[in-house]
């Protein structure tokens, strides 16, 4: 007998899903409730290939009531400047997260706030249960930061910190820059410069702290006391900020010969501004900075940076919270490996 034309097809079930796999109903169940660390990822996989060809949609309403998830990450965001989102170190960490996400069938909550409305809202996710555990990416002083994230560890919500590598509470994703700024700074002393700037915004990242970290201890490892005239915390992570950093070095009694930007775009401003001031670079000033962005291969002379797996940092990150997710763990950290990349700046 046909099936009448108005009768909608059966909707595809877990057990259909199982038995396509050659799994259980439980393993299943396991993959769509946040628990991959209870099967192999050829498991994994062969679930959600088999969800795939039966077009397997979960009843999200009901799962949601049986398991309290939201199937939601939060991605937290501590950052003064309006305009984060438009920051490319953001977007590409974002990216990771959001598209690791997607593959495992979770949803993005992001959440930012400023310094003086962080206690208030940065958190509010969380208190209202809205998403399952939270990744949290904080600028500003190491006190604020620190302050928050014990927060988030006394909730008991299952979290990662990204970028910040002394806090060992909760388990970290980071890149190395103390050593990436260290191995930098070498290759401007092989190339004879002894006067060396270094550039940031006034408001600082845990990364960003390492990167100048490693700028002093390479010049002390050289027997070269950094000077408190060529350190210069100003403005925003933005070109423009950028100029007005390089304004101030080459108005010095005694300018830097070689600037490290803390990262590209400060590097872009401050190349900028030597044109502007008749300075052949890296002839007169040499310039490098730090993230790789797009652009810093292109412009003129090509920019000489420490290239960083940012989109890769993401993805670790929200893998490393889905690990979490009901599995209580020791805080771990995963530090990933930076490429210098010399190019003409230098």
């Not at 900028?272 to 490098?288: C, E, F, T, Y």
Request: charged share 25%.
């Amino acid at each position: 007998m046909t099936q009448p034309e108005h009768s909608k097809p059966r909707r595809a079930t877990m057990r259909d899903v199982s038995k396509r796999a050659g799994v259980s109903v439980q393993t299943v169940s396991n993959l769509l409730n946040g628990r991959e660390h209870l099967m192999t990822p050829e498991t994994r996989e062969r679930v959600e290939q088999a969800m795939v060809v039966l077009d397997y949609r979960p009843n999200a309403t009901a799962r949601g009531l049986r398991s309290q998830r939201t199937k939601t990450l939060g991605f937290l965001v501590l950052d003064n400047d309006a305009k984060f989102l438009a920051d490319p170190m953001t977007d590409m960490v974002m990216a990771g997260v959001g598209d690791l996400a997607r593959e495992r069938g979770y949803g993005v909550l992001i959440q930012s706030a400023g310094f003086k409305e962080a206690d208030k809202v940065l958190l509010q996710p969380l208190h209202e249960s809205r998403v399952d555990g939270a990744i949290l990416y904080l600028s500003g002083e190491p006190d604020r930061r620190h302050r928050l994230l014990r927060r988030v560890v006394d909730m008991g919500y299952p979290a990662v910190a990204l970028g910040e590598s002394s806090f060992d509470l909760l388990p970290s994703v980071t890149a190395a820059n103390v050593e990436g700024a260290h191995r930098l700074v070498n290759h401007l002393l092989e190339k004879g410069h002894r006067r060396i700037a270094f550039a940031a915004a006034r408001s600082t990242w845990p990364q960003v702290e390492d990167r100048y970290s490693g700028y002093r201890a390479a010049l002390r490892d050289a027997g070269i006391e950094p000077e408190r005239d060529l350190q210069i915390f100003r403005g925003r992570w933005d070109a423009a900020s950028g100029a007005e950093v390089a304004e101030a070095l080459f108005d010095l009694q005694e300018p830097p010969t070689a600037i490290v930007a803390a990262n590209d775009l400060l590097a872009l401003g401050i190349i900028h501004m030597a044109k502007q001031r008749g300075l052949k670079v890296p002839d007169d000033i040499a310039v490098s900075g730090f993230n790789n962005f797009d652009f810093s291969a292109y412009i003129s002379p090509a920019l000489t940076t420490v290239s960083l797996p940012v989109y890769e940092m993401g993805r670790a990150a929200a893998e490393l919270l889905l690990g979490r997710l009901g599995q209580p763990t020791d805080a771990v950290s995963e530090e990933f490996a930076v490429e210098i990349l010399i190019r003409d700046s230098t």
